[in-house]
């Protein structure tokens, strides 16, 4: 199974449970990171933030 999302890609970051958005800030898909328990991660960054993010699929929408 392949990542849905590639490097390059602007995406938006819901980490919570309740589906909210970390900001409204469009984040990257900086790198591809190999599965956990079953699902793809990725490291992403937001140009406005000094610090990369790991997220999981899950956690990632396409940027409207």
Do not use: W
């Amino acid at each position: 199974m392949a990542h849905k999302y590639k490097v390059g890609q602007l995406v938006d970051f819901m980490p919570g449970r309740a589906g909210i958005q970390a900001s409204a800030r469009q984040y990257k898909i900086v790198r591809l990171l190999p599965l956990e328990n079953g699902e793809h991660q990725y490291r992403i960054k937001c140009t406005t933030e000094t610090f990369e993010r790991v997220a999981t699929e899950a956690q990632l929408s396409r940027r409207v």
